[in-house]
Each structure stands twice: as C-alpha cells, then as structure tokens.
C-alpha cells in the first residue's frame, strides 16, 4: 500500500513572514478576504498586526469573529453566512486551532455546500472541491492546524467534539511567523507547547508511522523538548523554536494519525471546555504507559530526542521508562496539572470513554483498545 503525504502548497517560517502576504494574495488573483479571528486577538491589537498590512496593500476584506475557544457548529454556520455575505472569495485565518479550525469547515461549506449540515462533515468525507483558499496565520505553537488535513468541531447540543479528515481543507499557504505568537501569556504558551509534543510522540508511535513521518516526527520533539521552557519564558529562542517545532509536528502527524491520548482529550474539552493542551498534557503520560506493551520499543528515540542522558546503558524497559518521566518533567517545569482532580467526574466517565472510543484519532492508536480499558485510563487519573 502507498503512503500519502500532504503538505501545504507554500508556507513561510521566520520574524516577519505576514509581510508576504499581500504578495501571495496578489499573485493567486484572490479580491477579497474574510479574516476569521476570536475576538481576544482583535481586543488585543494582534489580528491587526495582519489587517495593516492588508490596508497596507490596498486588499479588501471583512471580519468574522464569532469563535469560541472550541467552535461550535453554530460559529461555523454563521462564518458560512458571513463568507457570502462578505462577497469573500478566500480566507484569512489568524489565531489558534480554534479559528483555523473554523476557517477551514467555512471553506469547505464554502466550496461544497452540499455539506452545510456540519456533522456531515465528520470523520473522512470525500468532498468533491477543495476548500475555498485558506491562509493561516498562526498565533499559538501547538495545534499545527495551519499544516494538516484535520479539524475539530464541537457539537454542543450533544456534548462531543468530532473530528474532520479532508485533504481539500488544508490550507493553501502557512505563515508560521513567531511575532504573532509573542503575545501568548505563559499558561497558553505552556498547553499549546504540550499539545505540539503530544503529535509529535503519538504521531511517532501510531499504527501509520513510517520512515518520512518518523524524521519529522523526531526533530518535532528534539526542538519542542529544548524550546518550551523557554518559549514560556517568552525568550525569542523559545518562541522561534517553538513556532517550527510545532508545525513539524503537523507536518507529520497530519498525515499519519494519532491515539487515545487525542481521542481522550477531545471528550474532556467537549464536556468541560478543558483547554486542549492541558488535557492533552495530562493524559500523556498515561497513554504512553498504556501503550508500552506495544510500543515501548520506539521510546528510546523518543527519550534520545528529549535529550535523556545515558541511553547506551538503559535496557529498551529503562528507555522506555526514562522518555515516560522526561515528559511528566517537561509537563511539570511548564505548570501543567498532573491528574484530573477538579476536572474529571466519576459520573461521566462511561460517556466520556464512548466518546473517546468512537473517535477518528482512536483507530491510530498503536495498541488495540476497548471502552473499558479508556474508562480505566480517565479513572487513573482522578
């Protein structure tokens, strides 16, 4: 069977990089934009930081802010009104996972509007037209939405996040610009970074894995592991190494799939509005014990790219055991909770386990699973 690898048609990496913009705009012929932002990013000046050089250029557009920090299929039906009204023939998303996650169902709906029913869009759906053209412009170095096929919508009335596979939905430039992430205070910078590191390792470990999303996979956690701390401590280092990390990161897993850490979490955030990193953070560990039976041989690589001393003299259990801890420290340094308690209650754990089981990251996880054995997992972690 072939491999497939999808990657953005052009991306941009480096301080500065939104002042390329106006020029890919220009060139792919696009006239006007909808800027899909969550309204703290327009409170704080740093959606304008990307509109000034928008007017800069003489480049018309309109702002679509109804975003939640887990969009809703409500926020992406409004964001479809908005396109048309808008007269919009692309999108600029600027923020998070949440607004790029949004960005991308409206391009889609957008473009094949036979899907307006939003949770027909779960799942692999084999949409007939590529999304309307995207430009993502990162804030956070952690979702790597700007680089991968997938996004996740909440469903509110049922109270599920689910997952959306669509290779017409990746954006069709990335401008990764660690400027626009300076803003991030420490606890975002901190959940993002976690969830950057959770696709990287489960991305590695995960039943697709092979040998060109293994390289990516690889550097993602060798650069996420020494440039967190810092990019929390908002060190230009940190935050640089971070925005490339992170979409590393994305390079590879969007591509190859993830686990039951991701498909734990979605129900976490779905239920609680936990923030995505933080559950992320929080159930790593746990999976990544969970799945050593299977997968604790590739752990070395993964304690070796976290910078984990004295390799050569561990056993392959030892390894396995010291990438474990080099995460749970990682995790702790950055502030991160290191259980459930005050989040998770006993008596949503069946639907929570259901939840994560139906999941589309669930299939990729490199150890077969059962509702039981995640109920398990999310009680361990009271």
């Known amino acids: 069977m072939a491999n497939r690898f999808i990657l953005n048609e052009t ?4 301080k500065g990089a939104i002042k390329e913009i106006p020029a890919e705009v220009k ?15 327009l409170k704080f000046g740093v959606t304008q930081k990307v509109t000034s050089e928008l007017d800069a250029a003489g480049l018309a557009y309109e702002i679509y802010s109804d975003i939640k920090a887990n969009p809703t299929i409500e926020n992406v039906q409004s964001g479809v009104d908005a396109f048309h ?15 790029m996650d949004t960005a991308k169902a409206i391009g889609i709906i957008a473009a094949n509007p036979e899907y307006a029913d939003v949770r027909s869009l779960e799942g692999a759906v084999p949409t007939k037209n590529p999304s309307k053209p995207i430009i993502a412009v990162p804030t956070t170095a952690g979702t790597a939405a700007e680089v991968t096929i997938n996004y996740v919508i909440t469903d509110v009335e049922k109270n599920r996040k689910f997952v959306c596979v669509d290779p017409h939905d990746i954006p069709v430039v990335a401008v990764v610009d660690p400027d626009m992430m300076a803003s991030m205070p420490k606890g975002l910078t901190a959940a993002t970074g976690m969830d950057a590191l959770t696709h990287a390792i489960e991305g590695y470990i995960t039943k697709g894995a092979w040998e060109l999303s293994d390289m990516f996979h690889l550097k993602a956690i060798e650069i996420i592991a020494k440039s967190l701390r810092g990019a929390v401590n908002n060190t230009p280092e940190g935050r640089e190494g971070m925005a490339l990390g992170q979409y590393i990161a994305g390079m590879g897993f969007s591509n190859v799939g993830l686990g039951i850490v991701h498909s734990m979490a979605h129900g976490l955030s779905a239920l609680y509005d ?14 990544l014990e969970y799945n050593k039976p299977v997968a604790g041989k590739r752990y070395r690589a993964i304690a070796q790219a976290m910078g984990v001393e004295g390799l050569d003299q561990m056993t392959d259990d030892q390894a396995a055991d010291a990438a474990i801890a080099a995460v749970k420290q990682l995790s702790q340094d950055v502030g991160i909770p290191q259980n459930l308690h005050g989040i998770l209650k006993e008596e949503d754990v069946q639907f929570l386990s259901q939840s994560a089981f139906a999941d589309a990251c669930c299939p990729g996880n490199p150890r077969d699973t059962s509702e039981e054995e995640i109920a398990g997992l999310y009680r361990s972690l009271l």
């Open 11 to 14: 991306s941009y990496h480096g």
């Open 27 to 41: 060139a792919r012929g696009l006239s006007k934009a909808l800027v899909c932002s969550d309204p703290d990013l």
């Open 85 to 99: 009204k808008a007269g919009a023939d692309y999108i600029i998303a600027i923020g998070g996972g949440s607004s």
């Open 274 to 287: 936990t923030p995505h990193g933080v559950a992320c953070a929080i159930i790593l560990p746990t999976g």
